[in-house]
Structures are given as structure tokens and as C-alpha cells.
DNA sequence: ACCTGAACACCGTTCAAGT
DNA sequence: ACCTGAACACCGTTCAAGT
């Protein structure tokens, strides 16, 4: 007796594969997906993940090369200030919708193409715009370090940033010897409560510290 | 034939098992060590160590409230701004040495007792400096974010932080279609090749900027 | 009170083999 | 060219049992 056979996918490829891996991580809102897991999804045993990427780690460098691939470039035509402003918003954004990226972060060590891309028009804007090559490093440091600290501890609601005070108003509030620490509890008090934006309005006051700080220094570093 | 009893170790503790997780992940420079391995290095099996941690995510949580216990608080009787600057490089020296802290953060959930301490005195210095309750919120969310960013940049090497660019210049030079990304080649050329404190330099202008900026706009906030 | 053996349901990855 | 079976060396965690 003849077994018929499966009904044959198309092949996966690569994109394919790198598409349903960052889905999979989307979804689940924490981690990434395991390799058995990911190729379940695909219809396909997971060895054959291997086929496309020689290993997990170069496939989470295409992810994070993926998310840095919807952050918007300084746009053109506006002030310098402006136009930081929307790639830094945009780049808080593509970290927030997959929210697996930050965690990443600190163990790639392979950048991507749309990463160096990205960067170059970010390093590329300021140095039109009267920044020295010493001042654009320092801005674009400043600017990256704020926006991916802000982002990291936004992710980790319940604590950890001022503006995310209100998610755990409450159960904080119960176990926190009041008087032991005073500061908090009135700050958890006074703050509590607010509506989600506020992690939006919270970024754009450090966001607008620092862009005033890089307007009053530009002329200062050599 | 009776046989001879192991020689009895002391038992178990909780401060013991946290002490050799935060040595062993220390060691590791990245990543921290799996229940087994953490075991085995106790003497001991790997479900011993349920005994005194419920699981291992609450193990994660003593070992992220260890790394703030190390965090100098705001010193008494200078500056506020020297004493958030010695706070923020203090705080950068402790995710330094416990490089596998930083990726932890966005995932811990349950602040323990020196976070919460650690919080209430930076909030408790920026109050009696004039801060307002937004004001205050203000200052330590875009200090923090800058802290936690640069050093996740910084952690990750190869690239990701201009001030980071030594580390890579040769290997990205050479694959790098140099007219592609232009700026970004001629950064790595013009600043690759620094000593390694170049961070501890880069990392002091962000945050100078930052604290010029809370000086200025101290008294704005409501 | 403190620890363990055995088991369960997972991981990433290799290698030789199948179509 | 593309995929798989079987295997290896791992995970975290449970449960009932041992001393």
C-alpha cells in the first residue's frame, strides 16, 4: 500500500523564516522563539532551520537588523532638532512593538545592514549640521543611551521609571513600609493613577533636555 | 559493608546560594548560570536549591537587588549635582562588574528591598534640592535611562556606541563598502584606535549635559 | 529541616541519511 | 537542494521519598 505523500510546502527561505521568527517573538510579547517551536509554526522539523541560518544567534542578528530596518532616518528638510526627534520617536517605537529586541541588545555583535545604514544617517545629519566629528559621536551617544534606557525600563513596567509608577501604585503601596521610604511612597501617591501615555509625555521631556543640551554644545566640541 | 557517610557540608542558605549565583554569573561575564551548574558548584543537586528560592526567577530577583545594594547612595553634604554624578558612576561601575544585570532588568517584576532604598534616596536628594514631585520624576527618569543605555551600549561591544567604534574598526573597515556608509567609515577612522577609558570619558560629557540641563530647568517644573 | 532520585517536558545542535 | 530521524548534551521544575 502506497503512502501518499504530504502535501509539499513551498521551500522556506530565508525571509520567510526571519519573518515568522520575529511574528512568533511579537506574539508571545517576551523571548524569542525557540528554534523546535519556530520550525512547528513553519510545518517543518527544526534541523531544517538550519538550512537557512547557520546557527540561532545569526538568525537573532537578522532579527535585530529587521527592527532597525522600520526606524524612520532623519527626514529631510526640517531643523536638525526636528528631525532627531522623529528618528528618536521612532526608534522608541519599532523597541516597543517588539519588545524581545532590548534584551538582545547587549549580545549581538554582528550589525546588520539597515543597522549600519541607520546609523550612518543618523551620524551623517549632524555632521551636515555643523556637528565636529567628536560633537556628532557625543550627540549620537547621548541620544542612543537615552532612548534605549528609557525603552528598557519602560518594558519592565512595574517600577523602575518614574512615569511607570501608577501599574504597581497599588500593590507597592501595601507591602512598602510607608515611612521607611518616604520619597517614594508620596511620589507612587502624587503620580499615581495617570493615564497610559504618560510614557510618552515622560520621553519627550528628556528627549527635548537633551536636544537643548546638543543645540547649546555644538559649537563647543573640537 | 556499611558504607561511609559524605562528609556533611554546612547546610544550604539563602545568602549562600545568592553569593555563588552572583559569582558564578560574574565569572561567566554574560548570562547567568543554569540551576544545575549553580548546584553542582554548592556540592549539592539541583533541586536543593528550590529549598530556599521558590524558583529561579525569584533567585534573579535577590541577584538584580544585590547589584543595587552596591550602588553608592547621593552623598550627604555636596553638590547635587556632584552627588548625582558620583550616584550615576557608581551605578555604571555596578553594571559593569555584573555584566549580566543589565539584560535582566526588563524582565524583573518585584523590586527588592536595596532598589527600593536605592530609589527613595535619589528622590529624597532631588526633593530637598528644590525638585518638585514632577520635577523630580523628571530628573531621575532621564538620568536613569541614561545610565541603563549607555551602559547596555557599552556592554555590547563591537559597535552600537560611537565611543565604542575602536573595538571593530579594523574587522567592519574592511567589509564595509566604504562609499556605502561614508560617515560612519570616516567616524571609525577618525576615532577608532582609543584607549579603552574613552567610555568612562564619553559617558561623562552625556551625562554632564543632562545635569546642566536639570540645573536649568529645575525650577520650571510645577 | 534539608536534601535527593527519578521523571517530565523542554532546549540547541550534529550527523548521516533520505527524496 | 532541501529536509528528516535519531541522538547528544543540555534546561527548569514536580513529586514522593530519604535521613
Redesign the pocket.
Known amino acids: 500500500m502506497v503512502q501518499e505523500r504530504p502535501p509539499r510546502?513551498e521551500?522556506?527561505t530565508r525571509t520567510t523564516v526571519l519573518h515568522a521568527a520575529v511574528a512568533m517573538a511579537d506574539e508571545a510579547g517576551t523571548g524569542v522563539?525557540?528554534?523546535?517551536?519556530l520550525?512547528d509554526r513553519l510545518g517543518?522539523?527544526?534541523?531544517?532551520l538550519?538550512?537557512?541560518f547557520?546557527?540561532?544567534?545569526v538568525l537573532l542578528d537578522h532579527m535585530i537588523d529587521l527592527v532597525f530596518s522600520e526606524v524612520e532616518l532623519p527626514p529631510e528638510g526640517v531643523d536638525w532638532q526636528v528631525a532627531m526627534r522623529r528618528r528618536a520617536v521612532s526608534m522608541r517605537g519599532a523597541l516597543i512593538r517588539h519588545p524581545w529586541a532590548i534584551g538582545l541588545m547587549d549580545s549581538r555583535t554582528n550589525p546588520g545592514h539597515a543597522t549600519l545604514r541607520h546609523h550612518d544617517a543618523v551620524i551623517g545629519r549632524l555632521r551636515s549640521e555643523g556637528f565636529s566629528i567628536a560633537g556628532a559621536a557625543h550627540a549620537f551617544s547621548v541620544l542612543d543611551s537615552y532612548i534605549y534606557g528609557f525603552t528598557l525600563q519602560e518594558l519592565s513596567l512595574p517600577f523602575e521609571s518614574p512615569a511607570g509608577l501608577e501599574g504597581v501604585a497599588g500593590s507597592i503601596l501595601e507591602e512598602l513600609p510607608g515611612d521607611e521610604f518616604p520619597h517614594l511612597a508620596e511620589m507612587i501617591v502624587e503620580r499615581g493613577g495617570r493615564p497610559g501615555y504618560a510614557y510618552t509625555e515622560e520621553f519627550d521631556v528628556g528627549l527635548d533636555l537633551i536636544l537643548d543640551g546638543l543645540r547649546r554644545q555644538r559649537e563647543s566640541w573640537p
Chains 1, 2 share one sequence.
Open positions: 510546502r521551500p522556506l522563539p525557540s528554534m523546535r517551536n520550525a517543518v522539523k527544526a534541523m531544517a538550519y538550512h537557512h547557520r546557527n540561532k544567534d
